[in-house]
């Protein structure tokens, strides 16, 4: 009953960062839009827009920043993979767990700084300091947003790491593809 449960929590969430990062993949065709308008406007037309700048530079965070639970889902960070791949995947389970509550304490300070920020953005009317000067209040947002998301992601990895170090059972089963990639990395750790 526990398992069913938390691995309705784990596809629950993972589900969730998908569609967060997918929706922040959509903006990169906007970005590059964006920045390639500019360059037409600035070069061609002789004309460089005042919103350009600060629309591109704004889309960047939020790719980045939201795509970074997706990233973390799909295992994409970077791993220290002499050490990682050299041990049992208990102990790998291990080592995730206390990056990941590393990961988590330093994501809920960001939260709380950005909620402080989004706070004061809308108090002050804080605008970006640019010719155009946009406001600043929907970047907090997604910093929220995005280390929410973030957060949710690692609770969802620690709670199938401290399954698999308790029981030594995945909670969620991989694709045989996944497990057949982890196998070949493991043997090519072993043969260096």
Request: a negative charge; proline letters at 2%; charged letters at 15%.
């Amino acid at each position: 009953m526990l398992s069913k449960v938390l691995t309705a929590y784990c596809l629950g969430i993972n589900r969730l960062v998908y569609w967060v990062g997918l929706s922040a993949s959509v903006l990169m065709p906007i970005l590059a839009a964006t920045v390639a308008f500019e360059v037409f406007s600035r070069y061609v037309l002789g004309s460089p827009t005042i919103w350009a700048y600060d629309v591109s530079l704004f889309l960047f965070g939020y790719i980045a920043a939201l795509g970074g639970a997706l990233a973390q889902q799909n295992k994409a960070h970077i791993n220290v993979d002499v050490l990682y791949l050299s041990v049992s995947m208990r102990v790998r389970s291990v080592f995730n767990l206390v990056s990941y509550s590393l990961a988590i304490f330093f994501l809920a300070v960001v939260l709380m700084m950005a909620y402080g920020k989004f706070e004061e953005a809308i108090e002050f009317n804080y605008r970006r300091q640019s010719e155009w000067a946009p406001s600043m209040a929907h970047f907090w947002i997604m910093m929220i947003v995005a280390c929410g998301s973030f957060i949710a992601q690692f609770t969802s990895d620690m709670l199938q790491d401290l399954y698999y170090v308790v029981t030594g059972k995945a909670l969620i089963e991989q694709d045989s593809e996944v497990n057949e990639q982890q196998d070949t990395l493991v043997e090519q750790a072993g043969d260096v």
